[in-house]
Protein backbone atom coordinates (compact mmCIF):
# COMPACT_ATOMS: atom_id res chain seq x y z
CA UNK A 1 0.00 0.00 0.00
CA UNK A 2 2.83 2.60 1.05
CA UNK A 3 4.50 1.51 -2.83
CA UNK A 4 1.55 2.22 -4.02
CA UNK A 5 1.21 5.64 -2.37
CA UNK A 6 4.85 6.68 -3.12
CA UNK A 7 4.20 5.81 -6.70
CA UNK A 8 1.19 7.85 -6.73
CA UNK A 9 2.72 11.11 -5.20
CA UNK A 10 5.66 10.44 -8.07
CA UNK A 11 2.87 10.63 -11.02
CA UNK A 12 1.59 13.33 -9.60
CA UNK A 13 4.85 15.70 -9.39
CA UNK A 14 5.92 14.33 -12.93
CA UNK A 15 2.01 15.88 -14.78
CA UNK A 16 2.73 18.96 -12.99
CA UNK A 17 5.84 18.93 -14.67
CA UNK A 18 5.79 16.87 -17.45
CA UNK A 19 9.32 17.50 -18.78
CA UNK A 20 10.65 15.92 -15.95
CA UNK A 21 13.42 12.88 -16.38
CA UNK A 22 14.66 10.34 -14.43
CA UNK A 23 18.64 10.13 -13.83
CA UNK A 24 19.08 7.29 -16.23
CA UNK A 25 17.17 9.45 -19.36
CA UNK A 26 19.05 12.81 -17.72
CA UNK A 27 22.35 10.73 -18.76
CA UNK A 28 21.52 9.69 -21.63
CA UNK A 29 20.00 13.33 -23.05
CA UNK A 30 23.32 14.68 -21.86
CA UNK A 31 25.68 11.97 -23.24
CA UNK A 32 27.40 11.15 -20.25
CA UNK A 33 27.34 8.32 -17.35
CA UNK A 34 25.21 8.45 -14.72
CA UNK A 35 28.06 8.98 -12.19
CA UNK A 36 29.03 12.15 -13.85
CA UNK A 37 25.70 13.16 -13.51
CA UNK A 38 25.81 12.57 -9.67
CA UNK A 39 28.79 14.07 -9.29
CA UNK A 40 27.80 17.33 -11.12
CA UNK A 41 24.52 16.98 -8.58
CA UNK A 42 26.43 16.63 -5.96
CA UNK A 43 29.05 19.09 -6.53
CA UNK A 44 25.87 21.83 -6.50
CA UNK A 45 26.43 22.25 -10.77
CA UNK A 46 23.04 21.11 -11.62
CA UNK A 47 19.78 21.70 -9.86
CA UNK A 48 17.61 18.48 -9.46
CA UNK A 49 13.89 17.53 -7.67
CA UNK A 50 14.24 14.36 -5.35
CA UNK A 51 10.95 12.89 -4.29
CA UNK A 52 11.52 9.89 -1.86
CA UNK A 53 14.76 8.17 -3.40
CA UNK A 54 13.84 9.04 -6.72
CA UNK A 55 16.05 11.81 -8.36
CA UNK A 56 14.69 13.28 -11.32
CA UNK A 57 15.95 16.20 -13.23
CA UNK A 58 13.64 19.09 -15.57
CA UNK A 59 14.48 19.32 -19.29
CA UNK A 60 15.23 23.09 -18.77
CA UNK A 61 17.87 22.76 -16.13
CA UNK A 62 19.89 20.28 -18.13
CA UNK A 63 20.01 22.75 -20.98
CA UNK A 64 21.35 25.55 -18.20
CA UNK A 65 23.69 23.05 -16.87
CA UNK A 66 25.11 22.34 -20.76
CA UNK A 67 25.10 26.30 -21.22
CA UNK A 68 27.51 26.92 -17.65
CA UNK A 69 29.42 24.05 -19.09
CA UNK A 70 30.05 25.68 -22.69
CA UNK A 71 31.09 28.89 -21.17
CA UNK A 72 33.48 27.24 -18.57
CA UNK A 73 35.11 25.65 -20.83
CA UNK A 74 35.23 29.03 -23.24
CA UNK A 75 36.55 30.78 -20.65
CA UNK A 76 39.36 27.87 -19.86
CA UNK A 77 40.34 27.92 -23.31
CA UNK A 78 40.76 31.53 -23.60
CA UNK A 79 43.38 31.57 -20.45
CA UNK A 80 44.92 28.34 -21.37
CA UNK A 81 46.40 30.50 -24.37
CA UNK A 82 46.98 33.70 -22.22
CA UNK A 83 48.80 31.43 -20.02
CA UNK A 84 50.72 29.85 -23.10
CA UNK A 85 51.75 33.56 -24.46
CA UNK A 86 52.75 34.41 -21.16
CA UNK A 87 54.54 31.52 -20.96
CA UNK A 88 56.30 32.58 -24.37
CA UNK A 89 56.66 35.80 -23.24
CA UNK A 90 59.02 34.83 -19.92
CA UNK A 91 61.30 32.38 -21.73
CA UNK A 92 61.58 34.94 -24.21
CA UNK A 93 62.53 37.79 -21.76
CA UNK A 94 64.56 35.56 -20.02
CA UNK A 95 66.91 34.29 -23.26
CA UNK A 96 67.35 38.12 -23.56
CA UNK A 97 68.56 38.67 -19.90
CA UNK A 98 70.62 36.18 -19.83
CA UNK A 99 72.15 37.00 -23.19
CA UNK A 100 72.88 40.49 -21.76
CA UNK A 101 74.66 38.79 -19.45
CA UNK A 102 78.55 39.72 -19.17
CA UNK A 103 79.65 35.79 -18.78
CA UNK A 104 76.61 34.71 -21.06
CA UNK A 105 78.13 32.71 -23.44
CA UNK A 106 76.92 32.05 -27.18
CA UNK A 107 74.61 29.81 -28.35
Do not use: W
Request: with cysteine; net charge positive; charged share 35%.
Amino acid sequence: MAQVLRYSRIMEATQSYPNLLSEKQAAKRLGVARITLLRAREAGRIRFFRIGTRVLYCAEQLTEFLERCERNSRKQERESVDRGQAHRSKSVSREKDQASLPFASSR
